[in-house]
């Protein structure tokens, strides 16, 4: 009755995908990429304060956003995995993402906008003569050995990213991730690198030349990167943030699995949503052949259900609805737009189903109305009788007095 892979094959297929969580690797360059930042930071403040380099300064105030978004990566991990509850049915999964869009502003706003106004105000001083570089054989030492930390942190970022990708290339990985946390450690300890670098050219060509412009331009530099690193950031966690679902090649193989089973006549629409990095929502459209019966359908349900399980580990919810024939033709009529003789007995037949149903609603607001009209007039000829009874009352009273 399948013709389609066996359960066996599909959980193949999802181990080549899925064979360690990629939100362990995420966790692993989060912890690695803050730690890294912790230890650098104090010393490039130190470093900046004695040597008077906006450059130095711009890499510090790199390195305390680096480290609160480590915070911000571990906050948004560990509340995407609480369990789901009556007000999120779904579960909290979207909420890594959101952490990391408030990632890509901080590092938008607090260090590129910081290192841009660092690096304008380092050239206006120096164009007026008032910015003075101190000894930087500090500045030298503490390049140095943050470039060697750096360096060891963005390893572990790319050895865990690298896994994780697999035969992917990175961009096309990037695009189609959906656990933004490793990505965004690889790209921030990348930005750090090579931020470390345009402060050490910097500070040796200041050093050489004395010209204290470069020292402002590498403050500049720094900050446009970071602004970009940022703004990569906010266009893939905005995607995710308001709902991506399943590219083409996998909608496909979705399709075919469930179409490879004879007691399907056709798979319709198919809609798909992450609400985590793995939490895959799946609802399916599936027209069952009619001689079916309702507890055949319901077998047939659990078998597709349990294929696509075997397929996609993180499609935690999957609905499948049974379609009749009917609503099928009806929906391939309204979406290919038919011009023959289907498409006229279509519109007739739905035509007189309208005029049936409006005609029911009139006579029934007819009768409704009637109800009303009676009840008025019960209610005002009660009122009436009330004002003769009332108006005879006194005429009654004299009558038995002259009688008297």
Known sequence: MYSGPSIEELRGRASEEYSVSTRKRGKIAVVAGMIGNIAVCI???????????????????????????????????????????????????????????????????????????????????????????????????????????????????????NAARGDVGPVKFIRDAKDPSLYTVVLEDSAAELGLCFALVSTIVCDVTGNLYFDGVASILIGILLCFVAIILLR????????????????????????????????????????????????????????????????????????????????????????????????????????????DEYEDEVEEEFEEREQERLEQKLIEDEDLLKTFEKIQSDEEKAQRAAQEAPGEKGTEGAER
Request: charged share 20%; with cysteine; proline share 2%.
């Open 43 to 161: 010393v490039k403040f130190v470093a900046a304060f004695i040597s008077g380099s906006s450059a130095m300064l711009s890499e510090a105030i790199h390195s305390v956003v680096d480290s609160c978004d480590g915070v911000f990566m571990l906050l948004g991990l560990h509340r995407a995995n609480r369990k789901p509850d009556y007000l999120h049915p779904f579960g909290y999964g979207k909420e890594l993402y959101f952490w990391t869009m408030v990632v890509a502003l901080l590092v938008f706003f607090m260090g590129g906008g910081m290192s841009l106004v660092k690096g304008v105000q380092s050239i206006q001083e120096t164009m007026a003569g008032t910015h003075v570089l101190g000894d930087t054989t500090l500045n030298f030492i503490v390049i140095v050995a943050g470039m060697v930390i750096e360096g060891i942190t963005l390893g572990i970022g790319i050895k865990q990213f």
């Open 236 to 343: 893939e966690t905005k995607g995710l943030l308001v709902g991506e679902g399943m590219k083409h090649q996998s909608l496909d193989e979705l399709r075919d699995i469930v179409e490879a089973d004879d007691r399907v006549i056709s798979c319709g629409r198919i809609l798909t949503m992450y609400m985590g990095p793995e939490d895959l929502l799946i609802a399916i459209d599936a027209t069952f052949k009619t001689e079916l019966s309702a507890h055949e359908v319901l077998l047939t349900v659990d078998d597709l259900e349990r294929r696509l399980h075997a397929r996609w580990p993180q499609a935690h919810s999957v609905f499948i609805e049974a379609e009749s024939m009917r609503s099928v033709l009806r929906q391939k009529l309204v979406e290919e737009n038919w011009e023959d003789e289907y498409e």
